[in-house]
C-alpha cells in the first residue's frame, strides 16, 4: 500500500513562489506515474503536472507550463511541485497522486490514480 503526504503549501501574493513536496510512504515500485492535481470549491479536479517514475519525463497543463516545475527525488522518494510567478487563480488545494498506469496513458486523468494526498492548501492574493 502506498501512502502520500504534502507539505510546502501556504499563502503568498502574486508573483510569489511556493515549493510543494509530497513524501511517498510503502511500497512504490508498482508506481508508474505521479502528479500533481488542484481542486477548487465547486469545480472538477484538474491535473497540474505529472512525471513519469522511470524516465522522468514531465508533463505539465496549460496553465503551468513555464512557470511549474515538477520533479521526484529517487532516493528519498519524494515528489516535488516548484511554483513560480504564482497567480490568483493557483489558488486550490493541491493534491499530489500516484498511479500504477503509465503518465502517457492520461496524466491528467484523476481517475488513473488510485493513491492521494491528504492535499495542502495554496492561496494567492492579489
Known amino acids: 500500500q502506498v501512502q502520500l503526504v504534502e507539505s510546502g503549501g501556504g499563502s503568498v501574493q502574486t508573483g510569489g513562489s511556493l515549493r510543494l513536496s509530497c513524501a511517498a510512504v510503502?511500497?512504490?515500485?508498482?508506481?508508474?506515474?505521479m502528479g500533481w492535481f488542484r481542486q477548487v470549491p465547486g469545480k472538477e479536479r484538474e491535473g497540474v503536472a505529472s512525471?513519469?517514475?522511470?524516465?522522468?519525463?514531465?508533463f505539465y497543463a496549460d496553465s503551468a507550463e513555464g512557470r511549474f516545475t515538477v520533479s521526484q527525488d529517487n532516493t528519498k522518494a519524494t515528489l516535488y511541485l516548484q511554483m513560480n510567478s504564482l497567480k490568483p487563480e493557483d489558488t486550490a488545494m493541491y493534491y499530489c497522486?500516484?498511479?500504477?498506469?503509465?503518465?502517457?496513458?492520461?496524466?491528467?486523468?484523476?481517475?488513473?490514480?488510485?493513491?492521494w494526498g491528504q492535499g495542502t492548501q495554496v492561496t494567492v492574493s492579489s
Open positions: 510503502g511500497y512504490t515500485g508498482s508506481t508508474n506515474c
Open positions: 497522486a500516484a498511479s500504477i498506469s503509465a503518465c502517457w496513458v492520461n496524466w491528467a486523468d484523476s481517475r488513473n490514480f488510485p493513491y
Open positions: 512525471i513519469s517514475r522511470s524516465r522522468g519525463t514531465t
